[in-house]
């Protein structure tokens, strides 16, 4: 009998990536496919959401040429967050989707954040959770102030899987962990947050748990019937796809941006952190900074030079007092900061600065930004992880992983699969239509580790007060206050 198969999608930041897997987890067929983002003044990004459609699509095709698509018992799709597309009644597009970098909205989170008493988002969100630029509610009410004729006829604000899905299945539903910063610890939307803005309510979509299975592909499509699950957002995703499903256990994501989280039923509010609300026995605490992979893109441009050449420039260099301090702020910066305005920096420049220095100060600047979401990541979660398990595209440097490691000074364990957040799809598939029955079973199948980074402990001192430089420099050029223990 042939073997059932899964598919797992992810419609990330700067590309939808698909693979085609056994139910065990081998990789029968992978697809990846980057697509344009616009960046325009007054802080705007943009994508085309039809391009995320196109490109699922175009995976379904290609997979269907080798394999008989009946054999797939179901698809999972995970995404970005806190990227919005708003739809009529028709379904269609009323502007290209607003992406989780775009700061236009900064001035309507302003407002809504000083509405919100702490008391508030403790009893809702279990943290102090700010509202900022990418959050649901500042993106509506700057479209109902701003573009009115937009607003007016906006039936539904989606997220990128949840517009995908609608235009797969016709159906339109999310999940209540993608719904960030709408959702109270019982998983509900959050009444007395949604009045803030008139008409917000009724613009969500229905909720569903991420293991349910939303509907079907549409006749006259690739895989027409296929059943496609809810599934969750990329953080999540990324996480399962990692292995990572326990209390006690942590781990780190490299795409576009850095996110790290840590499961635990223990709730420190602190500052700068999220801490969702418990969903399939799991409490995770969690940080994304704005800019990991982007830096390292940034830096590639810069220096007309690829990934592979970044990295092999940064083998030739050592940490030493000759590698500058940079701050990757180079579009704000979200945890644990949540500073939209903090910029980049680059101090300490000589003469004999090469490109070897530079590589290596972006690479290490990221893993500084993450430290500072681990560190107030242990105070959320009460909880000092000895190991990550770590995966995506920003992974594939071992060079920049050593780094990391060495920075951390806790031991990274890199799954196999470069795309967790595409395994977390397909494993949440396979539960959503009963191949395995628990998110435990699957991902304890799925996932395996192919390599292991250890600190080096002689570096520690080194990088312990090149961190702490880190953060001073950024409080002395924004003028910020120190951030708060926990509250």
Same mark, same amino acid.
């Given at each position: 009998?042939?073997?059932?198969? =899964?598919?797992?999608?992810?419609?990330?930041?700067?590309?939808?990536?698909?693979?085609?897997?056994?139910?065990?987890?081998?990789?029968?067929?992978?697809?990846?496919?980057? #697509?344009?983002?616009?960046?325009?003044?007054?802080?705007?990004?943009?994508?085309?959401?039809?391009?995320?459609?196109?490109?699922?699509?175009?995976?379904?095709?290609?997979?269907?040429?080798?394999?008989?698509?009946?054999?797939?018992?179901?698809?999972?799709?995970?995404?970005?967050?806190?990227?919005?597309?708003?739809?009529?009644?028709?379904?269609?597009?009323?502007? $290209?989707?607003? /992406?989780?970098?775009?700061?236009?909205?900064?001035?309507?989170?302003?407002?809504?954040?000083?509405?919100?008493?702490?008391?508030?988002?403790?009893?809702?969100?279990?943290?102090?959770?700010?509202?900022?630029?990418?959050?649901?509610?500042?993106?509506?009410?700057?479209?109902?102030?701003?573009?009115?004729?937009?607003?007016?006829?906006?039936?539904?604000?989606?997220?990128?899987?949840?517009?995908?899905?609608?235009?797969?299945?016709?159906?339109?539903?999310?999940? $209540?962990?993608?719904?960030?910063?709408?959702?109270?610890?019982?998983?509900? #939307?959050?009444?007395?947050?949604?009045?803030?803005?008139?008409?917000?309510?009724?613009?969500?979509?229905?909720?569903?748990?991420?293991?349910?299975?939303?509907?079907?592909?549409?006749?006259?499509?690739?895989?027409?019937?296929?059943?496609?699950?809810?599934?969750?957002?990329?953080?999540?995703?990324?996480?399962?796809?990692?292995?990572?499903?326990?209390?006690?256990?942590?781990?780190?994501? @490299?795409?576009?941006?850095? =996110?790290?989280?840590?499961?635990?039923?223990? =709730?420190?509010?602190?500052?700068?952190?999220?801490?969702?609300?418990?969903?399939?026995?799991?409490?995770?605490?969690?940080?994304?900074?704005?800019?990991?992979?982007?830096?390292?893109?940034?830096?590639?441009?810069?220096?007309? =030079?690829?990934?592979?050449?970044?990295?092999?420039?940064?083998?030739?260099?050592?940490?030493?007092?000759?590698? $500058?301090?940079?701050?990757?702020?180079?579009?704000?910066?979200?945890?644990?900061?949540?500073?939209?305005?903090?910029?980049?920096?680059?101090?300490?420049?000589?003469?004999?600065?090469?490109?070897?220095?530079?590589?290596?100060?972006? #690479?290490?600047?990221?893993?500084? @930004?993450?430290?500072?979401?681990?560190?107030?990541?242990?105070?959320?979660?009460?909880?000092?992880?000895?190991?990550?398990?770590?995966?995506?595209?920003?992974?594939?440097?071992?060079?920049?992983?050593?780094?990391?490691?060495?920075?951390?000074?806790?031991?990274?364990?890199?799954?196999?699969?470069?795309?967790?957040?595409?395994?977390?799809?397909?494993?949440?598939?396979?539960?959503?239509?009963?191949?395995? $029955?628990?998110?435990?079973?699957?991902?304890?199948?799925?996932?395996?580790?192919?390599? /292991? #980074?250890?600190?080096?402990?002689?570096?520690?001192?080194?990088?312990?007060?090149?961190?702490?430089?880190?953060?001073?420099?950024?409080?002395?050029?924004?003028?910020?206050?120190?951030?708060?223990?926990?509250?």
């Amino acid at each position: 009998m042939a073997e059932d198969l =899964i598919i797992g999608v992810d419609v990330g930041t700067t590309s939808v990536k698909a693979m085609l897997f056994s139910s065990e987890g081998n990789v029968l067929d992978g697809y990846s496919s980057m #697509y344009p983002t616009q960046r325009k003044s007054g802080g705007i990004v943009e994508q085309n959401p039809d391009d995320w459609v196109n490109n699922i699509i175009a995976a379904l095709e290609q997979f269907g040429s080798a394999f008989d698509l009946k054999r797939v018992r179901a698809m999972g799709l995970c995404s970005q967050v806190n990227t919005h597309v708003f739809v009529d009644r028709h379904h269609q597009p009323l502007a $290209p989707a607003i /992406v989780w970098q775009d700061g236009r909205a900064s001035g309507c989170a302003a407002e809504l954040d000083g509405l919100v008493a702490d008391a508030d988002r403790l009893r809702w969100w279990g943290a102090p959770l700010p509202i900022d630029a990418s959050h649901c509610l500042s993106r509506m009410k700057w479209m109902q102030e701003h573009r009115p004729e937009i607003w007016n006829k906006t039936s539904q604000v989606l997220l990128p899987k949840d517009y995908c899905l609608l235009k797969l299945t016709g159906k339109v539903a999310t999940d $209540p962990i993608s719904s960030v910063g709408l959702i109270n610890q019982n998983l509900d #939307y959050v009444d007395g947050l949604l009045d803030l803005v008139e008409g917000a309510a009724g613009r969500l979509a229905p909720l569903s748990g991420m293991t349910e299975i939303a509907g079907r592909i549409q006749n006259g499509m690739p895989g027409s019937g296929m059943p496609i699950a809810i599934c969750t957002m990329d953080a999540w995703g990324g996480m399962l796809g990692v292995g990572v499903h326990e209390p006690g256990a942590a781990f780190y994501l @490299s795409g576009t941006s850095e =996110i790290l989280g840590i499961v635990s039923d223990t =709730i420190e509010p602190t500052p700068g952190v999220i801490a969702f609300p418990k969903c399939e026995n799991i409490r995770l605490h969690v940080g994304p900074t704005q800019s990991g992979g982007a830096s390292q893109l940034w830096c590639c441009q810069l220096l007309g =030079i690829s990934p592979e050449a970044m990295a092999a420039l940064v083998s030739t260099c050592e940490h030493d007092r000759s590698v $500058p301090l940079f701050l990757p702020h180079l579009q704000g910066e979200r945890a644990p900061i949540w500073d939209a305005d903090a910029r980049g920096i680059f101090l300490d420049l000589d003469a004999g600065t090469r490109p070897a220095e530079l590589a290596r100060a972006v #690479y290490e600047g990221v893993a500084f @930004s993450a430290r500072w979401v681990l560190e107030t990541l242990q105070n959320s979660a009460a909880l000092v992880p000895q190991e990550l398990n770590c995966g995506g595209g920003g992974f594939q440097s071992d060079s920049w992983n050593q780094i990391r490691a060495d920075i951390l000074q806790v031991v990274l364990k890199r799954v196999s699969v470069k795309d967790p957040g595409v395994l977390g799809a397909a494993g949440l598939a396979t539960v959503a239509c009963g191949i395995h $029955p628990t998110l435990g079973d699957a991902f304890t199948k799925m996932v395996s580790i192919d390599r /292991v #980074y250890t600190p080096d402990k002689s570096r520690k001192a080194h990088y312990d007060a090149k961190f702490q430089r880190f953060k001073q420099t950024y409080y002395q050029n924004n003028n910020a206050r120190p951030l708060s223990g926990p509250v």
